[in-house]
């Protein structure tokens, strides 16, 4: 999947959160690869360490990004706009997010965890404070729960296959001589 091409609905009118998620993969490597080549059209490195930036700091930078990212991608977008396109990059990126923080299991939960109402139920600052709350070591047995029932191994084959349910079940049970790490990405 390429960024500039349309990350549509599919057929039912659902974007599934694996769209979400692959979409935002996609546009963060084409933001490295923009960042190389056009050096001097950007806010500053994208790897940079941003632990002294304030939120409205760190927001202006994705805003003159994206204006510059625009140019280049709108054109390409057929079957939906800049603003819908926008608003997936940001659904993809919490969906990234959470999954780092509690594993890729979570990415197939779209019917019961909808990538669009991480988008519309979070401000920017709230979506910050729910993602560092689920990292903070006071809540870590909380942490520990959703990363063991959303564990990458659990849901993905090293492949990037679906586990079965069978599969799952002997992970689960530990009767699975199949390596794996409840914490692996």
Not at 70 to 84: C, F, G, K, Y
Request: hydrophobic letters at 35%; charged letters at 25%; proline letters at 3%.
């Amino acid at each position: 999947m390429k960024p500039h091409l349309d990350n549509g609905m599919n057929q039912n009118g659902i974007y599934y959160n694996t769209d979400y998620y692959r979409l935002y993969l996609a546009f963060d490597q084409f933001q490295k690869i923009f960042a190389q080549l056009f050096p001097q059209e950007i806010g500053t490195d994208l790897e940079a360490d941003r632990e002294g930036e304030g939120e409205r700091d760190r927001d202006k930078e994705r805003n003159a990004n994206m204006k510059a990212y625009r140019v280049w991608i709108e054109p390409l977008l057929t079957e939906t706009n800049w603003a819908a396109f926008r608003r997936n990059i940001v659904v993809g990126e919490r969906m990234v997010q959470l999954t780092n923080v509690v594993g890729q299991g979570l990415v197939l939960m779209t019917k019961e965890l909808s990538g669009s109402k991480l988008h519309l139920t979070f401000t920017n600052n709230e979506w910050d404070d729910f993602i560092n709350g689920l990292i903070d070591p006071n809540d870590i047995q909380d942490l520990k729960e959703l990363q063991s029932k959303f564990s990458t191994c659990y849901w993905f084959r090293s492949d990037g296959n679906i586990v079965t349910v069978e599969e799952r079940a002997r992970l689960l049970s530990g009767q699975s001589n199949i390596p794996h790490s409840p914490n692996s990405e």
